[in-house]
Each structure stands twice: as C-alpha cells, then as structure tokens.
DNA sequence: TATTTTTTTGATATAGTTTTTATAAGGAGG
DNA sequence: CCTCCTTATAAAAACTATATCAAAAAAATA
C-alpha cells in the first residue's frame, strides 16, 4: 500500500509521512504537482494525499491532469472548507478532502477508509466460519445475523480472538481488558466468559475452559 | 439531465448506459452518427459520449455538423492515444477526451466534471428509500417533504451517510464537523445526535447507539 | 443593535452494563 | 465414592454511559 504525499512544505510532508508509515504505509514525497505527475508515470501509487495549495503546478491542476492518466483516489488538504466547492471534478465516491489544520489521526483513518471503499483490501474483518467480526462497525456476526454484544464482551472476543489458541489466565485477560489496576474478583472474569459464550451460540465451544489456567480460543476443532 | 450515448459497439453501449443509469442519468442511444443527429434534433439531451471510430458518419464529422446547431458538450472515446491530435478544433473548454481501454468509474467522472463545469447543477443526492438528502441544496427531504436541519445537523448527517456502517467516536465526529481545536463536552455530540434523531423522525434508528464507543449510521438493517 | 435561531452546557433521568455475591455443578485426587 | 477445589450460573447491587431537558451562550440574521 503505497502512498504519494504532494506537498510544497517539507514539514507537513515529514509529519504524514512519520504518521503513515507508523501505519505501515509505505510512502514517496513530492514538492510540486509536475513532480507528482512524474512520480505517477513511475510507481505503483495507491493513494494520492494533495495539498491544493502549491507553487508551480498547484493541486486542482495536477489533479485534472492526473485524473486523466490514472484514477488513484485522493485525499484533498484545503485551507478553508469554504473552498472545497472549487474542487470541481473530483469524484465524491472516491476521493475525500480535509481542510487545514488538521488532525494526523484523522488523515490517517480517511486514508484508511478510502482505501477501504476502493476496495484496496484493508478489510477488516475476522471470520470463522459463519463467525463474523467487523472491527470498523463494531458488530459480530453469526449467518449473518449480528448478535449483540456488551463493550466487555466484544473486546473480549477480540482479545481471544488476536491470541487463539493461546491459554489466558484470568489475570491476562483482566490486566489486558480491564487495565492493570483493577483489583477485581476472578468470577468477573467467569461471568463475562458465561455470557460471551451464551451470546455465541453455536460457537460457545471455541471458548475452551483450561483448568487450573483460564481460557482459550480454538477454531478448527474437531 | 440526460446522455447520449454514441457508440457502434451495442456492448460499449449498454455498459456505459449501466454505468450511467446507476449515477441516476437518463440516457438514449445511438450506434452511429446520423441517428445521433436525428436523436439531438429531436430530445434534450445535455451530453454526448461519443466514439469517433464509426462506420457510416463517424465522429468527428457528426461532431462537426452537431456544433453547427448545438453547444453540447461531449466527451470522446478515442481507440488510441496517438488519435487524438486529430481533434483539433474540438473545444477543451467544453469537452473531453478518453482513451480506450477505459475505466468506466473513469467515464462517469468526467461526465460529472464536464456537466459540473457547463454550470448543468448536476444532481448530488444520497438516498435511502424515502430519505434524500440533496447536498447541492442542503436539503433533506423523507417522502419528498422537506425537513429542517440546523446547519449542525445536516453536517452530521452527510458525515453519517459517508461512513455508514462505522461505529465513530464522540471524538471523530467532534474533530471531524467542529474542528481538531474543538474542547467541548462530549454531550455536545449527544445533544446534536437527539435532535438529528428528533427531524430524522421515522429513520432515527438508522442512528445507532454503540455503547462505549459512540454512534453509526446503518441503512439496511432488519 | 435587536431579534431570532442555533449551539453548547450542565443537571437530571433513564437505560444498559459490570461487578459482586451466593449457590450449584463438575472434575481431580485420595 | 467422598471431599476439595475450580468453574458455571443466576440474580441483585453498584456503577457507568447515554438520553433528555431547559437554560445560557453564541452566532447568524434582520
């Protein structure tokens, strides 16, 4: 997943550049639009992220002109959100604009969700056979069915579900869910595992009782 | 607003009327050039997607005898890029060029641009069965009553219907439609929320409470 | 500037979740 | 087969997050 960050500042390059790549996002910079459209000619670009405002060859140029060659999506950085209805002919399905200033955090989750919607992968679910996770909505799924969740219970069936097959003790799963202070009874843990498990239907049995030890999560049983 | 499409191949046709269809234009067909004349004599139509390889007239001479009686914009389907320097005289201003093999996403966002540009307010809507939200007016409208949104709200709501299916934070909305430097009370959001609930009358639940998290937009649900 | 509309705040009510407590059930070892 | 220890379950109590309301503040409009 590679990104181009066009941007005439280099210190606004170097923070989204910092920020994706925590992302594991790899990342190629340009200081101008002809740069970019170089760049474009060259690599595999997945996402472009654009700042309207360049010297040279300013954004809505570059963006026309590459528009014609490739149809990567965009992300717009404009100053003031009063100018996005110049942003004529970008495609509202597939790109998306932030105005300036903005959040690191936030760019990162648009560039996320774009990618997402152009079907770039970045799915995120977990799936077990009829057992659906969907991470960006919050909701499980059984037959396509949600069932629903309390907070505790869903995190906890994430938590099992990042370390399956793995045995957890209860004060694992208390100092990873609940945080290392809290000073709680060992049933609480039991309960949530109860109604987890109830919740879970026809799945209960992937939470495995380890006597002595806590819980683990085992799909592909037989 | 309505497209003619030009084109002798009935396979590119009926993709492209597809495509369009689905975008909410209404569309004619023509498979060569003395129909389309005859077709643009008769209806109104406000585009032209045109192939300029045809037998019987071909493009550019029905392109010709077109511009002698109206000024509709169109966008040409050219078989090779080396062709197009045979479009001299063709208005940049107005029209546009796409070279085969091309991406029908590609097609229609050129139709936008080109329709945005020649001042045709193009029709932007998002809808749910009865629920519109026409976003050149800033309207909202269920079974085709108008409902009044504070500018708050209908902020709101657009942000919904563009993630819909993601459980976003008190904080993504706040930094999202107030701004990064925004330090109110998390009740702000929830205030907005009811109200929004209150106009949106019988969809209020496509907004989902999702405890411990914050709210999502759900169209679809059962 | 005055008036209206919209937004925000803070208090309170309500609904939902978590934790505790008590008891039952189940397995392991003598 | 009995006892001890661990886990399962259920219901009540404690707690937390959200919904709602009304009033104050801010912004937009006249």
């Known amino acids: 997943m590679k990104?181009?960050?066009?941007?005439?500042?280099?210190?606004?390059?170097?923070?989204?550049?910092?920020?994706?790549?925590?992302?594991k996002f790899e990342t190629v910079q340009a200081s101008d639009g002809e740069e970019a459209l170089n760049i474009i000619a060259k690599e595999n670009i997945d996402l472009v992220v654009l700042d309207i405002m360049m010297p040279k060859m300013d954004g809505l140029t570059f963006l026309k002109e590459m528009k014609k060659v490739k149809n990567i999506p965009v992300i717009i950085l404009s100053a003031r959100s009063e100018e996005y209805d110049k942003l004529i002919g970008f495609d509202l399905g597939t790109d998306?604009?932030?105005?300036?200033?903005?959040?690191?955090?936030?760019?990162?989750?648009?560039i996320k969700a774009i990618l997402k919607r152009s079907g770039k992968g970045l799915n995120d679910y977990y799936e077990y056979k009829t057992l659906k996770i969907d991470y960006n909505a919050h909701s499980v799924y059984i037959n396509n069915n949600e069932i629903k969740l309390t907070p505790k219970e869903y995190e906890l069936l994430c938590f099992f579900v990042q370390n399956e097959n793995i045995a957890l003790s209860r004060e694992q799963l208390l100092s990873n869910l609940w945080?290392?202070?809290?000073?709680?009874?060992?049933?609480?843990?039991?309960?949530?595992?109860?109604?987890?498990?109830?919740?879970?239907?026809?799945?209960r049995d992937l939470i495995i009782t380890v006597r002595g030890v806590g819980y683990k999560f085992v799909p592909n049983q037989d």
């Open 3 to 23: 990104l181009l960050i066009v941007d005439d500042e280099k210190l606004i390059r170097d923070v989204i550049t910092e920020y994706a790549n925590h992302e």
């Open 96 to 110: 998306d604009y932030l105005t300036k200033p903005f959040s690191p955090k936030e760019l990162i989750a648009r």
């Open 179 to 203: 945080g290392y202070d809290f000073f709680g009874d060992d049933r609480t843990v039991d309960t949530h595992i109860k109604m987890l498990r109830n919740n879970l239907g026809p799945y």
